[in-house]
């Protein structure tokens, strides 16, 4: 029997938090962890108590290449959720995992069915946004992981 590492289970449970979010465009999950134990998850939305995207039907940010336009958004990042659900001193030197999940041309499905298929599916590669990095250092955070591998803090 093979076991998967720590970082794809981590992994795992971030693409699994992604399933929360009212996005309509990406749907992103951030698990941090310390010491092996799960100290917060946050995923992408509106602010707690105001309309989210997935209701009102609609995205400010629609046509908007990805990383930008940040400001005519509402919605309050995975990282940015999963970093004020914690003390700093237990953020010190935690590891963050980000999942992501975006809306658009699905090759694996359509190359299965061997059709063009748009459909949710996993990003490999999110990176945290520049305010977000900040945040993370600013946190302690000590490792930020995506499915490719470390990203730079």
Known sequence: ????????????????????????KRHYGCVIVKDDIIIATGYNGSPRGEENCCDRGTCKRANAERYTNYESCDSVHAEQNALIAASYDRLKGATAYIACETFGFNQEKSDLWDEHIE???????????????????????????????????
């Open 119 to 153: 459909d949710w599916h996993e990003d490999k590669n999110p990176v945290p946004c520049p305010i977000c990095m900040r945040m993370l250092k600013n946190a302690g955070i000590a490792r930020v992981v995506n499915r490719m591998g470390d990203v730079c803090l």
């Open 1 to 24: 029997m093979t076991r998967i590492s720590k970082d794809e289970y981590y992994l795992g449970i971030a693409l699994a938090v992604t399933k929360r979010s009212t996005c309509l």
